[in-house]
C-alpha cells in the first residue's frame, strides 16, 4: 500500500503533526508499505532542524527523523520555507526541498491520501 500524508499544521500547538508522524512511522515500519510526506504551509515548521523541547515533550524534528529512518520520504514546501524564513540548511536530516510538483505526483502515486 502506498500512503501519502499531507501535514498542514505548525509542530507545536495543536497535535496534528504529533498525531501524522506516529501513523506514518508507525505505518512505514510494515513490510509492503510505501510512506511519502509532504509538509505544507506552517507545517513546513516541523522540518527546522535543531528543535528543543522540554524533556518529557514530544519533539518533531526527532519524529521526522524516525519515519525517514524507517524509509519515509519527506519533503517540504519550499515556497512555505521561503514565506517562513527557513533555508534550506535549516532543514532536518532526512527532510528536503521540495514543489508543488512533487507534490502533485506524489498525489497521483498514493493509494490512500490522508490529510492532517
Known amino acids: 500500500m ?19 508522524l506516529r501513523l506514518a512511522a508507525n505505518l512505514a515500519k510494515r ?10 504551509g506552517d507545517a513546513a515548521s516541523c522540518a527546522k532542524k535543531a528543535q528543543n ?7 518533531v524534528e526527532r519524529m521526522l527523523q524516525a519515519a525517514a529512518q524507517k524509509g519515509a520520504e519527506i519533503g ?6 521561503d514565506a517562513r524564513g527557513i ?3 535549516e532543514l532536518a536530516e532526512g527532510t528536503r526541498r521540495s514543489t508543488l510538483d512533487e507534490m502533485t505526483h506524489w498525489t497521483q502515486w498514493a493509494d490512500k491520501v490522508l490529510v492532517f
Do not use: H, S, W
Open 87 to 89: 533555508a534550506d540548511e
Open 76 to 81: 517540504v514546501c519550499g515556497t512555505c520555507m
Open 2 to 20: 502506498k500512503t501519502y500524508f499531507i501535514l498542514n499544521d505548525p509542530p507545536y500547538g495543536t497535535e496534528r503533526a504529533y498525531n501524522a
Open 53 to 59: 523541547t522540554p524533556k518529557g515533550f514530544y519533539n
Open 31 to 40: 513490510e509492503d508499505e510505501q510512506v511519502k510526506l509532504f509538509l505544507v
